[in-house]
Nanobody
């Protein structure tokens, strides 16, 4: 069993930056593919970023490409989502996910964190 705990969310202004963290326990992250998803109020949960099991490949949603970066620190068993130039439309609850996949599809992930709120004011 894998437990994921996100942190780092908050209230920021448009143009600001944030870094979300997702700490894993129960399994080494270097053996898992990781994803970040987000869910805005009243909307479906959507893909944001993914990192392959070997850490060599990434994928991003078009809406965040060039602004967000997913990365992993194996020593800390932590995956990050660095978010720059935040926009009001980035406001959502952000979820970390893990699984034996490199995928943009949320149903392919086995483990999920509880989420962290990101609010971007204009």
């Amino acid at each position: 069993q894998v437990q994921l705990v996100e942190s780092g969310g908050g209230l920021v202004q448009a143009g600001d930056s944030l870094r979300l963290s997702c700490v894993a326990s129960g399994r080494t992250l270097s053996t898992l593919g990781m994803g970040w998803f987000r869910q805005a109020l009243g909307k479906e949960r959507e893909f944001v970023a993914a990192l392959s099991l070997d850490g060599d490949s990434t994928r991003y949603a078009e809406s965040v490409k060039g602004r967000f970066t997913i990365s992993r620190d194996n020593a800390k068993n932590t995956v990050y989502l660095s978010m720059n130039n935040l926009k009001p439309e980035d406001t959502a609850v952000y979820y970390c996910a893990a699984g034996n996949v490199f995928s943009i599809v949320k149903r392919t992930y086995d483990y999920w964190g509880q989420g962290t709120q990101v609010t971007v004011s204009s």
